[in-house]
């Protein structure tokens, strides 16, 4: 079954911290990941993407990198800023596109 | 250049009434997708069109059906209104098929 899974669900971290947020993806066959930002009521917004050859994508404040073997992606973060609270979601695609379910970040003062 | 648009921005309907969702692509990209979103969820793929042919459906009812225009603006139709069917409905556009989507702010829907 073609599946995406995201963790953690939720995630609280101080300003000025990283962070890390996994995606495990069982999809096949697989054509590329991309991780989503999305902003409470808004659209998702594509923050990388990445193809099978590729294991490391960068994009400002975030890297994102593809184990293809273990079927494995994570997004960093760095030096989170408040505006970094949002869902970040992971969507792989195959056939079709599967959605994880997203982790919430809260970045706190 | 604009980016993907969708009207309304918000929506309240009362169960069992019926509600039309627009889409218009960004310029130039002829595929359309509407997905459903719960709050708290990922969103639910519902269709794809692309030169105005359906090209996938997810697992959603017939009450809800949707078109793609000659000018590749799209129109998501839901009929028979359920609680459930409170969520935001996002739409993407891309140039082809499978090509990076882009996805527009959505349309709030409420049924009360």
């Known amino acids: 079954k073609n599946q995406v899974e995201q963790s953690p669900q939720s995630l609280i971290i101080l300003e000025g911290k990283n962070c890390t947020l996994q995606c495990n993806y069982t999809v096949s066959p697989f054509s590329n990941l991309r991780w989503y930002k999305q902003d409470t009521g808004r659209g998702p917004v594509s923050l990388t993407i990445m193809t099978f050859s590729e294991n490391t994508k960068s994009n400002g404040r975030y890297t994102a990198t593809l184990d293809a073997d273990t079927k494995q992606s994570s997004l960093h973060i760095t030096a989170s800023q408040l505006s970094d609270s949002a869902s970040y979601i992971c969507v792989v695609s195959g056939n079709q596109f599967y959605f994880g379910t997203g982790t919430s970040l809260t970045v706190i003062p | 250049d604009a980016g993907v648009t969708q009207s309304p921005t918000h929506l309240i309907k009362t169960r069992g009434q019926q509600v039309t969702l627009r889409c218009s692509p960004i310029?130039?990209?002829?595929?359309v997708s509407w997905y459903q979103q719960v709050l708290g969820q990922g969103p639910q793929f519902i269709f794809q069109y692309y030169e105005k042919e359906e090209r996938g459906r997810g697992n959603f009812p017939d009450r809800f059906s949707a078109r793609q225009f000659p000018n590749y603006s799209s129109e998501l139709n839901v009929n028979a209104l359920l609680l459930g069917d409170s969520a935001l409905y996002l739409c993407a556009s891309s140039w082809g098929p499978f090509g990076g989507y882009t996805f527009g702010s959505g349309t709030r829907l409420t049924v009360v």
């Open positions: 310029s130039g990209h002829k595929s």
